[in-house]
């Protein structure tokens, strides 16, 4: 089988005649795909990475933006209201008497003040 398709392979070569062009070199190979892998990371870049650079600049400026008195939940769930801040620590009241310490970075996310439901 492989025989007979090898066979016809070559025929069909020879029968092409004398013009036949030289072998791609590594170098022409890596010309054809240079635009390829290009695109290929153009793509990523506007597809993966950029919209992750945004995410994380509006999470800066959300956590920058924390007042007291905001209502926040954490990325553990708990929520609470913002009673003390410094610069990389929130403490929040969760009920009467009752506060929690926790790293500013653990807010997930502020709750409109409608009561965000």
């Known amino acids: ?4 398709l090898f066979a016809q392979t070559e ?4 029968v092409e005649g004398a ?5 791609p070199t590594a170098q022409s190979q890596l010309t054809g795909m240079l635009p390829m892998i290009v695109v290929f990371f153009a793509i990523m870049y506007f597809l993966m ?7 994380e600049r509006e999470r800066r400026a959300m956590l ?12 553990g769930g708990v929520c609470g209201t913002v009673v003390g801040l410094s ?7 969760v009920d009467e008497n009752v506060t929690m310490e926790f790293v500013r970075g653990a807010i997930a996310q502020v709750v409109p003040k409608d009561g965000g439901k």
């Open 1 to 4: 089988m492989w025989r007979l």
């Open 11 to 14: 025929a069909a070569q020879s």
């Open 19 to 23: 013009a036949e062009q030289p072998a």
């Open 49 to 55: 990475i950029r919209p992750q650079q945004k995410r």
């Open 64 to 75: 920058a933006a924390v007042a007291k008195g905001d209502a926040v939940i954490t990325t």
């Open 87 to 93: 610069e990389d620590r929130v403490v929040l009241r």
